[in-house]
């Protein structure tokens, strides 16, 4: 069984205003807003935010990991392709 938060239930927390995209590296759930141009992270098992970081202006369409645990998402507003090293 899965103790992960659904994305209704981290939305109704989180009071995120548009999700869009999510990555799980290791224990760690991303999940992009749209809105706001923030990625947040979550611990995937214990759901406690753990950290927010304003990536873009509005426009995050998806969120991918490559293997070595560096996030990429896209933006569909400014037409960039923007990397991120979470460590």
Do not use: W
């Not at 590296?25 to 611990?43: K, M």
């Not at 098992?45 to 560096?70: C, H, P, Q």
Request: net charge negative; with cysteine.
């Amino acid at each position: 069984s899965c103790s992960c938060a659904t994305a209704s239930e981290v939305k109704k927390r989180q009071d995120l205003d548009k999700p869009c995209g999510i990555e799980i590296i290791g224990d760690i759930l991303f999940v992009g807003d749209n809105a706001t141009g923030e990625i947040i992270a979550y611990h995937k098992e214990t759901k406690v935010e753990l950290a927010r970081v304003t990536a873009s202006t509005k426009g995050i369409m998806g969120l991918k990991a490559d293997k070595n645990g560096v996030l990429f998402f896209v933006n569909a507003e400014t037409h960039d392709v923007v990397r991120i090293d979470p460590k």
